[in-house]
């Protein structure tokens, strides 16, 4: 049971290792990067790294040993209804209560943390207005889909099937919040991995949790980038 988790861990590192050892070897060999706009360069990679990522943690498994992932387990057996587009709004709510409440607690219990500490998005110097674009696609679009097919699809839907729906929920989501590598960001995201998994059982579909990351993202994109003195 605990190989699933450190089995989606490992492809997820793998798959950022393989790509910076890959750059590595180019520019060994003298290719210059230096010409590439960083946030084409940062949004291009990060599709390339989910990418491999979603290849070698359900793909592997499915060539290798034979262990198909299905469809249902994903949660992509069916195409979004209207339902999932009522259910996301309501499950932001959900969020920000209990985020609120639990980083209320984590504050006064964790004071080692540093609560004010920049989440690290590789999109620090966008200013013109594809790359804004870009940057909205890779955070908003890009990332949202690929990691709830990794965490609340492909993780959860297996760990379902070998432990009671707590633990595979408590699982999916600490793993969640460690893979952010942040304590700050991984209190918050580890409360949202919880009503995405809520929502992902519930509906018995990702749809819903891929709309909720959309519009979490969303917001906090509106919030770094298009009116920071918001925050």
Not at 134 to 155: D, N, T
Not at 164 to 184: C, D, K
């Amino acid at each position: 049971m605990i190989g699933l988790p450190a089995w989606v861990f490992l492809g997820f590192m793998l798959a950022q290792a393989i790509i910076l050892a890959a750059i590595s070897g180019l520019q060994a060999m003298g290719v210059d990067f230096s010409s590439i706009n960083a946030i084409i360069f940062n949004t291009v990679g990060g599709v390339v790294i989910y990418a491999l990522a979603i290849f070698l943690v359900v793909g592997v498994p499915w060539f290798v040993k034979k262990r198909p992932t299905t469809r249902e387990e994903l949660g992509l057996q069916r195409l979004p209804q209207w339902m999932d587009f009522v259910w996301s709004p309501l499950g932001m709510f959900v969020y920000l209560v209990l985020t609120t409440i639990v980083t209320a607690i984590a504050t006064q219990a964790l004071t080692f943390v540093d609560y004010s500490q920049t989440q690290e998005t590789g999109f620090a110097e966008i200013a013109t207005r594809p790359e804004y674009i870009l940057a909205f696609l890779s955070l908003v679009v890009v990332a949202p889909i690929a990691e709830e097919v990794l965490f609340r699809g492909y993780l959860l839907g297996k760990l379902r099937k070998y432990a009671p729906l707590w633990l595979s929920i408590l699982l999916t989501s600490v793993l969640f919040a460690v893979v952010h590598f942040q304590w700050n960001v991984g209190i918050d995201v580890f409360v949202l991995s919880i009503v995405l998994c809520l929502l992902r059982v519930y509906t018995g579909s990702l749809w819903a949790p891929i709309l909720l990351h959309m519009i979490k993202n969303g917001v906090a994109f509106y919030l770094l980038f298009i009116n920071p003195s918001l925050l």
